[in-house]
């Protein structure tokens, strides 16, 4: 890539290239994109497009990354002053299908526009494997098998959001979900119900089309 151009042309430009992808991933499928249809929507002449990507390819997965990016910032925001493992993990299954229920653009990119969601999975299994060990340290968790235990849980967190998303489950299924997903993990019941149903303000997701700027300087608002 060429790194001569001024960064924030360079900025604008890479923007307007996601937001044009962004956009034609809501009309039709990922694999039906061309490096032409981008560069039509996003209004630069196709030779400008090498600057910033690679290939098609190359530019579908900055998206993915990008939204990775987007979910662990709020996520951080979110668990900012918690030290306890159980209600990181809960506040954080919770705002993650807080995501897909609230904005439904995020699970059409997800889950129906063929874009990769490798990246994302990737992330968010690092980051629930972190509070799933440390809870283990902790003494909140009781897991014989740890990354077999981190598998079924981001499956579970991800199929339940897939399940949002096809409204064949409704956004107060949530709390009960995230309440089993403690148990699963050792929690007590009781516990778990206490924990899965604290009251806090949930970050509302930004919405599509999402830009690598916004995301480094976001002003993110705040819902209940």
Request: charged share 20%; hydrophobic share 45%; glycine share 6%.
């Given at each position: 890539?060429?790194?001569?151009?001024?960064?924030?042309?360079?900025?604008?430009?890479?923007?307007?290239?996601?937001?044009?992808?962004?956009?034609?991933?809501?009309?039709?499928?990922?694999?039906?994109?061309?490096?032409?249809?981008?560069?039509?929507?996003?209004?630069?002449?196709q030779?400008?497009?090498?600057?910033?990507?690679?290939?098609?390819?190359?530019?579908?997965?900055?998206?993915?990354?990008l939204?990775?990016?987007?979910?662990?910032?709020?996520?951080?925001?979110?668990?900012?002053?918690?030290?306890?493992?159980?209600?990181?993990?809960?506040?954080t299954?919770?705002?993650?299908?807080?995501?897909?229920?609230?904005?439904?653009?995020?699970?059409?990119?997800l889950?129906?526009?063929?874009?990769?969601?490798?990246?994302?999975?990737?992330?968010?299994?690092?980051?629930?494997?972190?509070?799933?060990?440390?809870?283990?340290?902790?003494?909140?968790?009781?897991?014989?098998?740890?990354?077999?235990?981190v598998?079924?849980?981001?499956?579970?967190?991800l199929?339940?959001?897939?399940?949002?998303?096809?409204?064949?489950?409704?956004?107060?299924?949530?709390?009960?979900?995230?309440?089993?997903?403690?148990?699963?993990?050792?929690?007590?019941?009781?516990?778990?119900?206490?924990?899965?149903?604290?009251?806090?303000?949930f970050?509302?997701?930004?919405?599509?089309?999402?830009?690598?700027?916004?995301?480094?300087?976001?002003?993110?608002?705040v819902?209940?």
């Amino acid at each position: 890539m060429n790194d001569t151009l001024p960064s924030k042309k360079r900025d604008r430009t890479r923007n307007r290239l996601l937001i044009a992808t962004q956009e034609l991933l809501l009309e039709r499928n990922a694999g039906s994109l061309s490096i032409r249809d981008v560069t039509t929507r996003a209004d630069v002449v196709q030779g400008t497009f090498y600057n910033y990507f690679d290939s098609i390819e190359a530019l579908i997965d900055s998206i993915g990354l990008l939204f990775y990016a987007v979910h662990a910032q709020f996520i951080q925001r979110l668990i900012a002053d918690t030290t306890d493992s159980a209600e990181i993990f809960a506040l954080t299954t919770r705002q993650t299908m807080r995501f897909i229920a609230q904005s439904p653009a995020y699970g059409r990119f997800l889950f129906d526009a063929g874009l990769p969601i490798d990246k994302f999975l990737v992330g968010l299994r690092y980051s629930l494997r972190l509070d799933i060990d440390q809870g283990q340290r902790q003494g909140r968790f009781q897991v014989q098998d740890l990354e077999l235990t981190v598998s079924m849980v981001t499956g579970s967190l991800l199929g339940l959001a897939l399940d949002i998303h096809r409204h064949l489950l409704p956004m107060s299924a949530i709390e009960t979900a995230t309440c089993r997903l403690l148990e699963m993990l050792g929690v007590s019941t009781d516990e778990a119900l206490r924990i899965a149903n604290m009251q806090v303000e949930f970050i509302a997701p930004p919405q599509p089309p999402l830009m690598w700027i916004a995301v480094e300087a976001s002003d993110m608002g705040v819902t209940s």
